[in-house]
């Protein structure tokens, strides 16, 4: 699903993610969405937007419905958020951008208009969905896309590889730029140096907080392998 997603918005939807469990929300909703844009990528907020992504922020978090969900319960996207995701891609093909990124996350929410996030905006100040689609036209997509490759905050600590169909482990660490990819084609070091060749299905992840501040971490935490079957 999140291909043609940049590494800045994948991070959103993680971030997204965080939110909802610490609101304890049974449901991603657009209003989670729109934090995780304040926490990965402020500066779009504020450059096409023209408010102040913390007042914004403030008007977003609400108190907590129920107790904190556990980051390891997978939570499903609301409707809204669905079809903002889906008004998002719609965007980056309107626009002629290759990758879905932070700003075109912000149209579609824009665009669910009866959303949470679109009237936090609106009250907020923001200016109109054709404004702010002019001024990213202008501006051009956001840069960087490597989110693993230069932030310390998305370093992936560690991870544990799993085969798929016979369950056998495999633990490694990994460095900055080296998270793994759904479908990626990766060589495991195994028992006594012997390499075999995978490739990978799934990854999944937890957050951390840092000692230091309030950014989060990115963890990844297992990454299930497909052997191939062609390889010797």
Not at 25 to 41: A, F
Not at 68 to 85: E, H
Not at 166 to 178: D, H, I, K, Y
């Amino acid at each position: 699903m999140f291909e043609r997603y940049t590494e800045k918005a994948r991070r959103t939807i993680f971030f997204a993610r965080f939110e909802a469990s610490q609101a304890g929300s049974p449901y991603i909703e657009t209003e989670h969405l729109l934090l995780g844009l304040l926490r990965e990528s402020a500066g779009v907020v504020r450059q096409h937007l023209k408010i102040d992504p913390t007042e914004l922020s403030n008007r977003l978090t609400k108190k907590h419905a129920g107790p904190k969900i556990s980051t390891s319960v997978d939570l499903p996207l609301d409707s809204d958020s669905k079809l903002a995701l889906a008004n998002a891609a719609q965007e980056s093909e309107r626009l002629a951008h290759k990758m879905i990124g932070t700003e075109h996350l912000l149209l579609g929410l824009m665009q669910v208009e009866h959303s949470g996030a679109a009237k936090a905006m609106k009250a907020a100040g923001a200016p109109a969905i054709a404004e702010v689609r002019k001024s990213i036209s202008e501006v051009g997509p956001e840069q960087g896309r490597g989110a693993f490759a230069g932030g310390s905050s998305a370093l992936p600590a560690w991870v544990k590889f799993v085969e798929e169909g016979t369950g056998r482990e495999f633990s490694a660490q990994l460095g900055f730029g080296t998270a793994p990819r759904i479908g990626e084609a990766v060589v495991v070091t195994a028992e006594e140096g012997v390499q075999e060749r995978f490739r990978v299905t799934d990854v999944e992840w937890k957050f951390g907080v840092r000692p230091l501040g309030k950014d989060l971490m990115l963890k990844v935490v297992e990454v299930r392998l497909k052997r191939e079957e062609s390889a010797h």
